[in-house]
């Protein structure tokens, strides 16, 4: 089945799985706002929607539980990543003072951030756990710089949907719609427990969205572009994820 003919199929499937599972309303909402993740022609497209929908209707600015300091885990574990590129071993010999957040896309004044741009912005500290799909977890503190932040002083466009985030390693990239990049706690992260974040936690750059996955949470980000269509990057799926069996939107 082509992406559109399963998109059509889905929209119409939506319906009947929401009348056996009792969430009528949403799939009708879900419908009408065009609240369709963009990996929905895959495989698991229906449940996600539905899933994907519910929560942006129901708890589109809760937030992702914070802890006490007490809590924060005494040997966070990193999940092992790609052995870096030449390229970002030199950047890292220089401490990273060369490091570039390249800001782009639907935003009036695009923008090119060096660390120190991002440590002069206004900043947040919050402790939150990174959970991984595999089935561990740990909290810490992380401190960053509002993604919304970011996106005010770029400009970005009223009728962006998407903020889409690559990392240096050349592989990983990932997107999160409008909700998501406004919340408060989606972090552009440089530290973690107070220090500068390390290169095996994603530093010295890393996205943090503590209302899903930690997939979602991709390292060593340098580029962020800001669209409201998803089609031309990468399949068209909203990140690579889908691809391999995960989905786009991982609410937690
Ligand atoms: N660039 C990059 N980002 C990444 C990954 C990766 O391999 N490369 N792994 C992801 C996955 S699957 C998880 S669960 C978290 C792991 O974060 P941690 O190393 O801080 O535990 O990072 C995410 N971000
Ligand atoms: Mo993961």
């Known amino acids: 089945?082509?992406?559109?003919?399963?998109?059509?199929?889905?929209?119409?499937?939506?319906?009947?799985?929401?009348?056996?599972?009792?969430?009528?309303?949403t799939a009708r909402l879900a419908a009408r706002h065009g609240l369709i993740p963009p990996d929905a022609a895959t495989l698991y497209g229906l449940g996600g929607t539905l899933t994907y929908a519910s929560h942006r209707l129901i708890t589109r600015h809760s937030l992702a539980r914070e802890f006490p300091r007490s809590l924060i885990s005494p040997s966070p574990f990193a999940n092992p990543v790609e052995p870096p590129k030449e390229e970002f071993r030199r950047l890292q010999a220089g401490g990273f003072a060369?490091?570039?957040?390249?800001?782009?896309?639907?935003?009036?004044?695009?923008?090119?951030?060096?660390?120190?741009?991002?440590?002069?912005?206004?900043?947040?500290?919050?402790?939150?756990?990174?959970?991984?799909?595999?089935?561990?977890?740990?909290?810490?503190?992380?401190?960053?710089?509002?993604?919304?932040?970011?996106?005010?002083?770029v400009r970005t466009a009223p009728r962006a949907k998407f903020v889409v985030y690559s990392s240096a390693d050349g592989i990983w990239w990932d997107s999160i719609d409008m909700a998501d990049a406004l919340h408060p706690q989606t972090l552009v992260t440089y530290a973690m427990n107070g220090s500068d974040l390390p290169v095996g936690f994603g530093g010295p750059l890393r996205m943090r969205v503590p209302r899903q996955l930690g997939y979602k949470s991709v390292k060593f980000i340098n580029r962020l572009t800001i669209t409201d269509n998803l089609s031309s990057f990468g399949k068209g799926l909203g990140s690579g994820g889908p691809e391999f069996g995960y989905a786009w939107y991982a609410g937690i």
Do not use: N
């Open 98 to 153: 060369a490091w570039r957040l390249e800001v782009g896309g639907m935003a009036a004044r695009p923008a090119s951030f060096s660390l120190d741009d991002l440590r002069r912005m206004p900043s947040r500290s919050q402790i939150t756990q990174l959970v991984c799909e595999e089935g561990w977890s740990y909290i810490a503190e992380w401190t960053g710089v509002p993604l919304a932040h970011i996106l005010d002083s």
């Open 1 to 25: 089945m082509s992406i559109t003919s399963r998109r059509k199929w889905l929209i119409r499937g939506l319906g009947a799985a929401a009348g056996v599972s009792g969430l009528g309303i």
